[in-house]
């Protein structure tokens, strides 16, 4: 079975006989057999083509559907492999006994219009001619040759011993695998064809990518193999010492347009090998339960807009090279990119712990300078000059509180934070780079994809705790960043804004009103399903708003509008999805932090923007993304204004002073602890209100 038409519709797959006859993507509902197995029909379900196979002479017929039905109609009247003579289930009339050979390609001759192909002989397979891919005739790849070398290297296509056995047997069909030859003789390593062959300046030995003689080479995994006049075949199959961090490296291979940068190289005797390492993600967009190690393409915000929405742009992979001593095939040498015009070197010390987080240690050398200490193997390099590398130690899985350290080719310093750091990944700014740091632990409660509750409560993520059953480490991305002094620093997660934001705006932010003396800060916003996919046009929800004299909304979208006369705050908060065709629940809660109280307003729209708060005529916004009023017609927009009578009619909730000095609705008030000890707050942090004396 390769697969199904929906989900649980008719399922397909190849077909493959005792003889050796194949059949590739035939559906199981429109394939029948004679009685004997010397025929068989497949039929036209989906674009496939019907045919009559004779397993006995290995022919093939392609039939229209009208042949296809007449060949129904014959069923058991088709020639028997064993040769007997009258029909079955007693029919002896005449018209109705088994046909002869000579009668049936008589009868073939009259109602066929095809003539019959031969079975295409495959190694121990027999295939339709229509269905041999066009890669079983694939011209063998060009190997480059070297006027010093001492040998001639050829290729010759590789074929396991029997099709049969494997797995897919197309598979060596539709992916060439080409074996090579030494002076015309048969060497024990197969190539794709696609990885380069790379020849060492000397012409006494050569590199490439490929794998081991053997019947099914991709079970056996792509390897790493050189050929010297000194050592004969050498192969390295791991590409990273064992390892029990959460990280993972491989291969460089560069598409098929090329690349300025070769896969393999030399350095005098050393071969380089390049890698790419995995661009660490959370499941969130800024936070996070669940890590994963990403190879593929993944972006990050490279700009906001003035009302907060984003502009994203690809995140730079990072690269470096295995040093490969044909000498010494066991050593672990690791060179980075250039840092600051010189090169960094890593050597392996020794393997990481059989504990989870642990990883391998590393001294660290650039040109004749060696860093103190040990070090971990990942880093990010800035620009080309700034290396930001992680101390080797206790792991932040186990309770460890790393800092990342900055080399600029002279110097190495710590950056000053309070937080662990896990892991880190390039910046899509110039002079950026992003730390993956752990903010605590706690239950995991992170299946609730609607729900920020994921992020709360949180305790310290030390020893104790992260070995606690059911409970997991809980993550956020911080930005680090050299200021104008050419000191890298850890910058807060909010920017600052002067405008009201859009529903789908992304990030944390400060908008602040001098005249008012107040200011408000939002933060936490992620959108409601549990994807790290950016998602530009949807929108926020589950943020924290809290404002500079200490009032605090859970749960909002970034969308806030304050008072004409500084009487609070409007904030919009989406609540959930209108049904098809209608638009969606939203609440509209104007805080008043000085009066300690909260009026709260529904509303249904699509996305509702704010846009002016009025003292005359009320709130004035639009709801931007209304359906066109015809099938495609463009999205209309709707002006709306709440005038100010409508709040005589709002949710009144009274907002209670927290044992942290922070003042918020009931059902906030379990998370007050955790807002309070955020790290980067924009203005002091409350001060808790004196005991009261009795």
Same mark, same amino acid.
């Given at each position: 079975?390769?697969?199904?038409?929906?989900?649980?519709?008719?399922?397909?797959?190849?077909?493959?006989?005792?003889?050796?006859?194949?059949?590739?993507?035939?559906?199981?509902?429109?394939?029948?057999?004679?009685?004997?197995?010397?025929?068989?029909?497949?039929?036209?379900?989906?674009?496939? =083509?019907?045919? $009559?196979?004779?397993?006995?002479?290995?022919?093939?017929?392609?039939?229209?559907?009208?042949?296809?039905?007449?060949?129904?109609? $014959?069923?058991?009247?088709?020639?028997?492999?064993?040769?007997?003579?009258?029909?079955?289930?007693?029919?002896?009339?005449?018209?109705?006994?088994?046909?002869?050979?000579?009668?049936?390609?008589?009868?073939?001759?009259?109602?066929?219009?095809?003539?019959?192909?031969?079975?295409?002989?495959?190694?121990?397979?027999?295939?339709?001619?229509?269905?041999?891919?066009?890669?079983?005739?694939?011209?063998?790849?060009?190997?480059?040759?070297?006027?010093?070398? /001492?040998?001639?290297?050829? /290729?010759?296509?590789?074929?396991?011993?029997? #099709?049969?056995?494997?797995?897919?047997?197309?598979?060596?069909?539709?992916?060439?695998?080409?074996?090579?030859?030494?002076?015309?003789?048969?060497?024990?390593?197969?190539?794709?064809?696609?990885?380069?062959?790379?020849?060492?300046?000397?012409?006494?030995?050569?590199?490439?990518?490929?794998?081991?003689? =053997?019947?099914?080479?991709?079970?056996?995994?792509?390897?790493?193999?050189?050929?010297?006049?000194?050592?004969?075949?050498?192969?390295?199959?791991?590409?990273?010492?064992?390892?029990?961090?959460?990280?993972?490296?491989?291969?460089?291979?560069?598409?098929?347009?090329?690349?300025?940068?070769?896969?393999?190289?030399?350095?005098?005797?050393?071969?380089?090998?390049?890698?790419?390492?995995? %661009?660490?993600?959370?499941?969130?967009?800024?936070?996070?339960?669940?890590?994963?190690?990403?190879?593929?393409?993944?972006?990050?915000?490279?700009?906001?807009?003035?009302?907060?929405?984003?502009?994203?742009?690809?995140?730079?992979?990072?690269?470096?090279?295995?040093?490969?001593?044909?000498?010494?095939?066991?050593?672990?040498?690791?060179?980075?990119?250039?840092?600051?015009?010189?090169?960094?070197?890593?050597?392996?010390?020794?393997?990481?712990?059989?504990?989870?987080?642990? %990883?391998?240690?590393?001294?660290?050398?650039?040109?004749?300078?060696?860093?103190?200490?040990?070090?971990?193997?990942?880093? +990010?390099?800035?620009?080309?000059?700034?290396?930001?590398?992680?101390?080797?130690?206790?792991?932040?899985?186990?309770?460890?509180?790393?800092?990342?350290?900055?080399?600029?080719?002279?110097?190495?310093?710590?950056?000053?934070?309070?937080?662990?750091?896990?892991?880190?990944?390039?910046?899509?700014?110039?002079?950026?780079?992003?730390?993956?740091?752990?903010?605590?632990?706690?239950?995991?409660?992170?299946?609730?994809?609607?729900?920020?509750?994921?992020?709360?409560? #949180?305790?310290? =993520?030390?020893?104790?705790?992260?070995?606690?059953?059911?409970? %997991?480490?809980?993550?956020?991305?911080?930005?680090?960043?050299?200021?104008?002094?050419?000191?890298?620093?850890?910058?807060?997660?909010?920017?600052?804004?002067?405008? +009201?934001?859009?529903?789908? =705006?992304?990030?944390?932010?400060?908008?602040?009103?001098?005249?008012?003396?107040?200011?408000?800060?939002?933060?936490?916003?992620?959108?409601?399903?549990?994807?790290?996919?950016?998602?530009?046009?949807?929108?926020?929800?589950?943020? /924290?708003?809290?404002?500079?004299?200490?009032?605090?909304?859970?749960?909002?979208?970034?969308?806030?509008?304050?008072?004409?006369?500084?009487?609070?705050?409007?904030?919009?908060?989406?609540?959930?999805?209108?049904?098809?065709?209608?638009?969606?629940?939203?609440?509209?809660?104007?805080?008043?932090?000085?009066?300690?109280?909260?009026?709260?307003?529904?509303?249904?729209?699509?996305?509702?923007? #704010?846009?002016?708060?009025?003292?005359?005529?009320?709130?004035?916004?639009?709801?931007?993304?209304?359906?066109?009023?015809?099938?495609?017609?463009?999205?209309?927009?709707?002006?709306?204004?709440?005038?100010?009578?409508?709040?005589?009619?709002?949710?009144?909730?009274?907002?209670?002073?927290?044992?942290?000095?922070?003042?918020?609705?009931?059902?906030?008030?379990?998370?007050?602890?955790?807002?309070?000890?955020?790290?980067?707050?924009?203005?002091?942090?409350?001060?808790?209100?004196?005991?009261?004396? %009795?």
């Amino acid at each position: 079975m390769r697969g199904e038409r929906g989900v649980g519709g008719p399922i397909y797959g190849d077909v493959l006989c005792s003889d050796g006859v194949y059949l590739p993507h035939v559906w199981e509902s429109d394939f029948h057999t004679s009685f004997d197995g010397r025929w068989i029909r497949t039929g036209s379900y989906g674009d496939s =083509a019907p045919r $009559l196979i004779d397993r006995k002479n290995r022919r093939a017929w392609v039939l229209s559907v009208s042949e296809a039905g007449q060949v129904d109609d $014959l069923h058991w009247r088709l020639p028997h492999w064993s040769g007997e003579g009258a029909g079955g289930n007693g029919v002896a009339a005449e018209g109705h006994h088994v046909l002869t050979e000579t009668a049936f390609e008589a009868w073939l001759h009259k109602n066929v219009g095809s003539k019959a192909q031969a079975l295409v002989g495959v190694c121990d397979l027999w295939i339709p001619a229509d269905c041999v891919p066009a890669e079983a005739q694939a011209m063998p790849p060009e190997i480059p040759a070297q006027d010093n070398a /001492v040998a001639q290297v050829s /290729v010759q296509r590789h074929w396991p011993q029997s #099709l049969r056995a494997l797995e897919n047997p197309l598979e060596p069909l539709l992916h060439p695998y080409w074996q090579l030859q030494l002076n015309g003789e048969a060497h024990s390593w197969i190539i794709d064809g696609k990885s380069p062959l790379v020849w060492r300046p000397d012409g006494q030995a050569f590199a490439c990518y490929g794998y081991p003689v =053997a019947d099914d080479v991709r079970k056996t995994g792509l390897r790493l193999g050189v050929w010297s006049v000194t050592f004969g075949g050498q192969q390295w199959s791991e590409w990273l010492p064992p390892d029990r961090k959460p990280w993972s490296v491989a291969l460089y291979l560069p598409d098929e347009q090329g690349s300025a940068l070769p896969p393999l190289s030399w350095d005098d005797m050393d071969l380089l090998q390049r890698m790419e390492m995995d %661009t660490p993600a959370l499941e969130r967009l800024h936070d996070g339960r669940s890590l994963s190690c990403v190879m593929s393409e993944l972006y990050a915000p490279s700009k906001h807009r003035d009302d907060g929405r984003l502009l994203l742009k690809k995140i730079p992979v990072r690269q470096f090279l295995w040093r490969r001593n044909l000498h010494h095939p066991a050593r672990w040498t690791a060179q980075s990119v250039p840092v600051a015009g010189q090169f960094l070197t890593w050597n392996l010390v020794h393997e990481a712990q059989d504990q989870s987080g642990a %990883t391998a240690a590393y001294s660290v050398q650039c040109g004749e300078q060696q860093l103190p200490g040990l070090w971990e193997l990942e880093h +990010v390099v800035v620009d080309g000059r700034w290396a930001i590398l992680c101390p080797w130690g206790v792991s932040p899985l186990q309770g460890g509180k790393p800092v990342p350290w900055v080399w600029d080719g002279k110097q190495l310093y710590a950056i000053a934070m309070n937080l662990p750091v896990l892991r880190m990944r390039p910046h899509v700014l110039e002079g950026h780079a992003q730390l993956l740091v752990m903010v605590g632990c706690g239950p995991d409660n992170s299946n609730l994809a609607s729900s920020g509750l994921w992020r709360w409560p #949180l305790q310290v =993520a030390d020893e104790t705790n992260l070995t606690k059953n059911g409970w %997991t480490p809980a993550y956020e991305w911080r930005d680090i960043a050299v200021n104008a002094q050419g000191v890298w620093q850890l910058l807060p997660r909010w920017r600052e804004v002067h405008q +009201v934001q859009h529903p789908c =705006a992304d990030g944390d932010y400060v908008w602040r009103q001098p005249a008012a003396r107040e200011a408000l800060w939002w933060w936490g916003g992620l959108h409601n399903q549990m994807s790290n996919n950016w998602r530009p046009q949807a929108a926020r929800c589950e943020g /924290v708003l809290v404002t500079q004299s200490g009032a605090v909304l859970c749960g909002v979208g970034p969308s806030a509008c304050p008072h004409h006369a500084g009487d609070g705050w409007l904030s919009l908060e989406w609540l959930a999805r209108g049904a098809e065709g209608e638009p969606h629940h939203w609440k509209l809660h104007w805080l008043r932090p000085h009066k300690h109280e909260v009026w709260t307003l529904e509303l249904r729209a699509y996305m509702p923007v #704010l846009q002016v708060w009025d003292a005359q005529q009320g709130v004035q916004w639009s709801d931007a993304e209304m359906p066109a009023l015809e099938d495609g017609g463009a999205v209309q927009t709707a002006q709306h204004v709440i005038a100010p009578m409508r709040w005589e009619g709002a949710q009144l909730d009274v907002l209670k002073q927290s044992p942290v000095g922070l003042w918020v609705r009931k059902q906030d008030a379990v998370y007050a602890d955790a807002i309070a000890l955020r790290d980067d707050w924009p203005w002091e942090r409350p001060v808790p209100p004196s005991p009261q004396r %009795t």
